[in-house]
């Protein structure tokens, strides 16, 4: 609903404005991730040589890194004053853990990749310098954001190895983004443009199910109870909650896992009306 009225406004805002441009901006570029921050449960843990002791180690990471591709349309107030509605989409790049213990004196290993994709739709406010052959611009951005995050697990003991799939689920993330770039005309209607963009974000599961589950390349997921494939995140936690009834999800408290970046892109921009 809150996606709805914002673009009702947007295209409102377009039609009332009488708009002098409208500009068809087309790009992809690379996302670093930026503001990394630690999350309980995702961490390294190594054992020793021996096998008696551990170490667990805070990992600081964010998903926001990867391929970035965005399409936008923006329509011109006047030659400084724009509006754009972008429709971006990240390949995000997968965060690694490594985590040891021991099974009966049995070295488990657990590789964890934890990575998400993510489609976002982005008005904003641009800001043009004077219409130039080189020309400065400024966006700020509200982002409403579709994302998928997917853990794989990979634990092996000995010459056994479980393939686990999880998949988490949210009810939706936004954030905010600003920009600045730079454009060159190439001809009267088409400039080529360089865009430094930082966008943070956030990723608030709700609940985190087990998909796919195999020993040595046999399905297992149907040997798993409830609570050991299905888990729920929620602010409060009542005490009268029974944590250990398999019937039922696991419950933890609310994560956020960090999606922030700086996207660096390349463009190019065509001027159709």
């Not at 570029?29 to 843990?45: L, M």
């Not at 551990?54 to 399409?71: C, D, H």
């Not at 107030?77 to 724009?82: K, L, P, V």
């Not at 029974?242 to 408290?253: C, E, F, K, M, S």
């Amino acid at each position: 609903m809150k996606i709805k009225f914002i673009i009702i406004i947007i295209l409102f805002g377009i039609i009332e404005s009488n708009a002098q441009d409208i500009q068809l901006n087309i790009s992809a570029g690379y996302a670093i991730p930026s503001f990394k921050q630690t999350v309980e449960g995702y961490n390294d843990i190594a054992v020793s040589e021996n096998q008696i002791y551990g170490s667990e180690a805070s990992k600081a990471f964010s998903l926001g890194g990867g391929y970035y591709l965005n399409g936008a349309l923006q329509y011109g107030f006047n030659e400084n004053i724009a509006i754009g509605l972008d429709l971006s989409y990240l390949i995000g790049q997968k965060v690694e853990f490594t985590q040891e213990g021991a099974v009966a004196s049995v070295l488990k290993t657990t590789e964890q990749e934890l990575y998400g994709n993510s489609i976002r739709l982005i008005p904003c406010l641009i800001l043009r310098g004077e219409e130039n052959v080189l020309r400065p611009y400024f966006k700020l951005g509200y982002i409403m954001s579709k994302t998928t995050v997917e853990l794989h697990e990979k634990t092996t003991i000995q010459t056994d190895v479980t393939l686990r799939e999880w998949e988490y689920k949210s009810s939706g993330n936004s954030g905010i983004c600003f920009a600045g770039g730079l454009s060159y005309q190439v001809m009267d209607n088409t400039a080529i443009f360089l865009e430094l963009n930082y966008q943070s974000i956030q990723y608030k599961p709700t609940k985190a199910n087990l998909v796919k589950a195999t020993v040595n390349g046999n399905n297992s997921l149907d040997s798993y109870l409830t609570i050991d494939k299905e888990i729920s995140y929620s602010s409060k936690i009542d005490l009268e909650y029974n944590i250990t009834d398999p019937n039922q999800p696991q419950l933890l408290h609310e994560i956020y896992l960090p999606f922030s970046s700086l996207i660096i892109q390349f463009g190019v921009n065509i001027k159709l009306l």
